[in-house]
T-cell receptor, first 115, second 113 residues
Framework: EPEVTQTPSHQVTQMGQEVILRCVPI?????FYWYRQILGQKVEFLVS????????KSEIFDDQFSVERPDGSNFTLKIRSTKLEDSAMYFC?????????????FGAGTRLSVL | QKEVEQNSGPLSVPEGAIASLNCTYS??????FFWYRQYSGKSPELIMS????GDKEDGRFTAQLNKASQYVSLLIRDSQPSDSATYLC?????????????FGTGTRLKVLA
């Protein structure tokens, strides 16, 4: 069964450093998303991406964040200068709204720890 | 601010009982509703989707939607200890062309053996 894959599973970084979280969405999906979940809190939408551009973003997704689809398979989230409060689980998801009414499939997540 | 509300629980039910999980949402134009299960430290896993008023059944799970009351629920029949997890209500907030999910805080379910 197709799945969304994310790497790495755990990323430890120092405050102020740049991190790149990687995702391979399901191959025939057209929409890609990043969500984050701070420990003990709700899953929060960060950004959606379609046709090589951002389609929506939340207030959380400020200038420190960027997304890219550098090739035909990967979808990345970059945090330029990490802060302590960026520590969270980051989930990538993908969907094909035209076929499956926007059912989003989530990857296993990357746990980001900012020290 | 468009919201999705859930009781955080924990909701404790004995094995074999029916667990009833509830969710309300604030945006009347929402069209798509989803229940995900999340085990501790894991990612959300889709349980059910529902788009029309009424009931939708899939095995031991039944989703119920009432758009007039802005209410969606999930019933789990014959609850098993393996059903113990946090159940997330997700709503595709907004109209056509908007695909982001807004999640509730989740309801923690404990099924007691």
């Amino acid at each position: 069964e197709p799945e969304v894959t994310q790497t790495p599973s755990h990323q430890v970084t120092q405050m102020g450093q740049e991190v790149i979280l990687r995702c391979v969405p399901i191959s025939n999906h057209l929409y890609f998303y990043w969500y984050r979940q701070i420990l003990g809190q709700k899953v929060e939408f960060l950004v959606s991406f379609y046709n090589n551009e951002i389609s929506e973003k939340s207030e959380i997704f400020d200038d420190q964040f960027s997304v890219e689809r550098p090739d035909g398979s990967n979808f990345t989230l970059k945090i330029r200068s990490t802060k302590l409060e960026d520590s969270a689980m980051y989930f990538c998801a993908s969907s094909d709204p035209g076929i499956a009414k926007n059912i989003q499939y989530f990857g296993a997540g990357t746990r980001l720890s900012v020290l | 601010q468009k919201e999705v509300e859930q009781n955080s629980g924990p909701l404790s039910v004995p094995e074999g009982a029916i667990a009833s999980l509830n969710c309300t949402y604030s945006d009347r134009v929402s069209q798509s509703f989803f229940w995900y299960r999340q085990y501790s430290g894991k990612s959300p896993e889709l349980i059910m989707s529902i788009y029309s008023n009424g009931d939708k059944e899939d095995g031991r799970f039944t989703a119920q939607l009432n758009k007039a009351s802005q209410y969606v629920s999930l019933l789990i029949r014959d609850s098993q200890p393996s059903d113990s997890a946090t159940y997330l209500c997700a709503v595709n907030i907004g109209g056509a062309g908007t695909y982001k999910y807004i999640f509730g805080t989740g309801t923690r379910l404990k099924v007691l053996a």
